[in-house]
T-cell receptor, first 112, second 113 residues
Framework: KAGVTQTPRYLIKTRGQQVTLSCSPI?????VSWYQQTPGQGLQFLFE???????NKGNFPGRFSGRQFSNSRSEMNVSTLELGDSALYLC???????????FGPGTRLTVL | AQSVSQHNHHVILSEAASLELGCNYS??????LFWYVQYPGQHLQLLLK??????LVKGIKGFEAEFIKSKFSFNLRKPSVQWSDTAEYFC???????????FGQGTTLQVKP
């Protein structure tokens, strides 16, 4: 089975722009979650989606949003980018609540 | 607030040495516990998981972890490390009610050949 895939792998944006990151879960996985990884804050939870519904949201400003499509693919959007948004954004998927989250390779976002 | 604490930020060992990385979590309800590893240049991979049952869980590559409920701990162990174990290790707690994972700060393990 193919793993979680994320596109693009690398992205460079300037302050004030917006960005959309994409995640394709493992086939058959209906739950998707997103995390932000930075050297200073570590791994922080952004969102969780199941069957196109956001089930949980982390403590991030409203500039961070996401959605999930009927095929379980997910996107996250960051508007009005700030320098501090530079990070590795990780997507994970799982089959059900008693299975572990499996992570993709991440999208490295650099904001200049 | 729920939190996960990893005792060591940076560990340096020689090959064949034994490894134990500490992890404590703050929440006392039903827990799901995980250790993930991030090798240099690679993505986060699941080492092992605990949901219920035998508190001693075995994972990939010879790693194991012991869940001690009374100590709120889930320490990772390996009897003999190899140079290829050089990586960053993350302990994570998952609530049974939400899908959110709370990660520890991570421990960087450097194994000298």
């Amino acid at each position: 089975k193919a793993g979680v895939t994320q596109t693009p792998r690398y992205l460079i944006k300037t302050r004030g722009q917006q960005v959309t990151l994409s995640c394709s879960p493992i086939s058959g996985h209906r739950s998707v979650s997103w995390y932000q990884q930075t050297p200073g804050q570590g791994l922080q939870f952004l969102f969780e989606y199941f069957s196109e519904t956001q089930r949980n949201k982390g403590n991030f400003p409203g500039r961070f949003s996401g959605r999930q499509f009927s095929n379980s693919r997910s996107e996250m959007n960051v508007s009005t980018l700030e320098l501090g948004d530079s990070a590795l954004y990780l997507c994970a998927s799982r089959t059900e609540s008693v299975s572990p989250w499996l992570f993709g390779p991440g999208t490295r976002l650099t904001v200049l | 607030a729920q939190s996960v604490s990893q005792h060591n930020h940076h560990v340096i060992l020689s090959e064949a040495a034994s490894l134990e990385l500490g992890c404590n979590y703050s929440y006392g309800g039903t827990v799901n516990l995980f250790w993930y590893v991030q090798y240099p240049g690679q993505h986060l991979q699941l080492l092992l998981k605990y949901f219920s049952g035998d508190p001693l869980v075995k994972g990939i590559k010879g790693f194991e972890a012991e869940f001690i409920k009374s100590k709120f701990s889930f320490n990772l162990r390996k009897p003999s490390v190899q140079w290829s174990d050089t990586a960053e290790y993350f302990c994570a707690y998952g609530s049974s009610n939400t899908g959110k994972l709370i990660f520890g700060q991570g421990t960087t393990l450097q194994v000298k050949p």
